[in-house]
């Protein structure tokens, strides 16, 4: 069984209807693969550690991800950097604006961490639509088939 924690920040509940979508996607492979759904604050270097991919969902804030998946990040660094190499990972953004920064930040980190994106960041604008729901729980399906299947 693989390990998909999906860790995400939220204050307006966007990001969260996002995480539920991308949680839909991956519980589809639920006889191959366990999620872990946690909010950035609650989630920690055991989480990390014992994952196969990691999923991040953060809104953008002031053209910069949350300061709950910025603390994840910061907690975890040190611990797990060079023991968590080619971990596959994907990101999802609800953003106000264009979401750059927001990508821009997380992909720097996680070059640091070592690990490798499995596909573009998903950024949604504004509020959810079913087509952005969609596309996230695709991005959600995506990894989980990827490492069911062991191409991850």
Partial sequence: MKNILL????QTGRTLRLAQAAADGIT??????????????EAGVDDLLQCDGLLIG???????????????LDRTYNACRDRRIGL???????AG????GAVRAIERI???YGWNPIADATIVVGEPLEADLARVREL????????SCGVY
């Fill in 88 to 94: 596959p990972y994907a990101l999802f953004i609800s």
């Fill in 58 to 72: 953060t809104p953008e804030n002031f053209g910069y991800m949350s300061g709950a998946v910025k603390d994840f």
């Fill in 7 to 10: 860790i995400y920040g939220t």
């Fill in 97 to 100: 604006n264009d979401g750059s």
């Fill in 110 to 112: 996680a070059t640091g």
């Fill in 28 to 41: 589809e492979f639920s006889g191959d693969v366990h999620l872990t759904l946690k909010h950035g604050l």
């Fill in 140 to 147: 959600g399906q995506t990894l989980a088939a990827g490492l």
